[in-house]
């Protein structure tokens, strides 16, 4: 009589690989989704890794303005020098700096490579996330978690916001204001021969982009990370 044991050993090696790439489809989904709540590690409560690692890939800013909003959970860490923009995950990074006292969120932190050893001053180094929607790498001691008595941020890019969300800001009433005041004045330039008028206004919408967020103001929810 026929074996039929080798035919059951190839249904169950197909069932255990269609279960595996379900754990697969169902762990790259999570990853999409947008957090609301933080993993605590240390003194810090962070985003899950798997996110951390999409976000940073790509470039976000409505997803970093929900990060930031009011009563998100997520460490913030201030920086404690001016340092060249960097995004060791590959996606894009700032052509401006970060610069002394900016707000960042913490996304992960690197744990010092000393072999076994213990070695006096090494921290490590952190992925941070910028108020643009950019993500960073730095090192241990150019973040602290003391916050300064004015912040700084990395002016939020108003034309790389989806649609729905510039409409928010729109329809706030200071916000609104500036936004328009700024497109009057700049007509559309943001670099370059801009007179001092269009300068001055648009760092007073980035403060007030910034503050309304900070504030509580309504935004629209982003959808999942592509």
């Not at 700032?94 to 050893?117: A, C, Q, W």
């Not at 009057?184 to 760092?203: I, L, N, S, Y």
């Amino acid at each position: 009589m026929a074996s039929t044991a080798p035919a059951a050993k190839e249904g169950g090696e197909a069932a255990e690989g269609e279960g595996a790439k379900k754990e697969d489809d169902a762990a790259a989904e999570a990853s999409r989704q947008i957090p609301t709540t933080c993993e605590q590690r240390g003194n810090e409560c962070l985003p899950p890794v798997a996110f951390v690692k999409r976000l940073c890939s790509g470039f976000h800013p409505d997803v970093a303005l929900t990060l930031f909003a009011k009563g998100s959970p997520f460490t913030r860490g201030y920086l404690t020098r001016d340092t060249d923009a960097v995004n060791a995950s590959g996606g894009s990074s700032s052509n401006d700096k970060l610069v002394f006292d900016e707000e960042v969120l913490i996304l992960y932190h690197r744990e010092p490579e000393t072999g076994g050893m213990v070695v006096s001053g090494a921290g490590g180094g952190y992925e941070v996330l910028r108020w643009d929607g950019t993500c960073a790498t730095l090192m241990a001691e150019e973040v602290r978690q003391h916050v300064p008595p004015k912040p700084k941020f990395a002016a939020i890019p108003w034309k790389s916001l989806d649609q729905k969300t510039r409409d928010a800001f729109l329809a706030d009433e200071k916000t609104g204001k500036l936004i328009i005041e700024r497109k009057r004045e700049c007509k559309g330039a943001t670099m370059g021969a801009v007179t001092a008028k269009c300068e001055k206004v648009d760092k007073q919408m980035a403060a007030a982009l910034i503050e309304y967020v900070r504030g509580g103001g309504a935004l629209p929810a982003p959808g999942p990370l592509p």
